[in-house]
Antibody, heavy 128, light 107 residues
Framework: EVQLVESGGGLVQPGGSLRLSCAAS????????MSWVRQAPGKGLEWVST????????YYADSVKGRFTISRDNSKSTLYLQMNSLRAEDTAVYYCAKEGPHYYDSSIYYTSRSFHIWGQGTLVTVSS | DIQMTQSPSTLSASVGDRVTVTCRAS??????LAWYQQKPGKAPKLLIY???NLETGVPSRFSGSGSGTEFTLTISSLQPDDFATYYC?????????FGQGTKLEIK
């Protein structure tokens, strides 16, 4: 079964840094775009960042641009999120997510850009 | 940025009811829309992708429709396991955006 396991969350002071990891297993990690999505306590889902599968292009929400960096190590099947200059409003559960699923349309094979598989999440608390 | 607006925010219904959740996009997203179900303390689960494609293993009582700016998620006959929060999400363009969620409660 495809699995994503996040780690690295915890309590950090405002202005501090944290690096999240997401270990992937049982699928060919390098062939899928990967993303981070967060959820503040009692709130809805917020897309944070995506790194593509092919050329490593990265995309960020305006709320984290310039402070967060997404990266991937295909040799270790691991996704990362380096979070700097953390603020109280970054407090949330952070989920990593794999794109998918695959589907056929007019005999052509595609990969959906929806968030197919999710990790269990890791809690980041920014507080003094 | 594309804004996604779900309605209603809360829906009270009974087991066996047919329910519909609506999601509107601020501009056309073609069919690049997904629906997720989330239960308290759990990660979201993909139900529907490309507006109407049912994810493998999701019960057939769930269905999605729409294109352009207006989409619906329908549950044909509510089961006890369906009481949860539902989110729509567009993946037509970055930044990807979610609706604010619809909490489905037991009446």
């Amino acid at each position: 079964e495809v699995q994503l396991v996040e780690s690295g969350g915890g309590l950090v002071q405002p202005g501090g840094s944290l690096r999240l990891s997401c270990a992937a297993s049982r699928f060919t990690f390098s062939t899928f775009a990967m993303s981070w999505v967060r959820q503040a306590p009692g709130k809805g889902l917020e897309w944070v960042s995506t790194v593509s599968d092919n050329d490593g292009s990265t995309y960020y929400a305006d709320s984290v641009k310039g402070r967060f960096t997404i990266s991937r190590d295909n040799s270790k099947s691991t996704l990362y999120l380096q979070m700097n200059s953390l603020r109280a409003e970054d407090t949330a559960v952070y989920y990593c997510a794999k794109e998918g699923p695959h589907y056929y349309d007019s005999s052509i094979y595609y990969t959906s850009r929806s968030f197919h598989i999710w990790g269990q999440g890791t809690l980041v608390t920014v507080s003094s | 940025d594309i804004q996604m607006t779900q309605s209603p925010s809360t829906l009270s219904a009974s087991v066996g009811d047919r329910v519909t959740v609506t999601c509107r996009a601020s501009q056309s997203i073609s069919s690049w829309l997904a629906w997720y179900q989330q239960k308290p303390g759990k990660a979201p689960k993909l139900l529907i992708y490309k507006a109407s494609n049912l994810e493998t293993g999701v019960p057939s009582r769930f269905s999605g429709s729409g294109s352009g700016t207006e989409f619906t998620l329908t549950i044909s006959s509510l089961q006890p396991d369906d009481f949860a929060t539902y989110y729509c999400q567009q993946y037509n363009s970055y930044p990807y955006t979610f609706g604010q969620g619809t909490k489905l409660e037991i009446k």
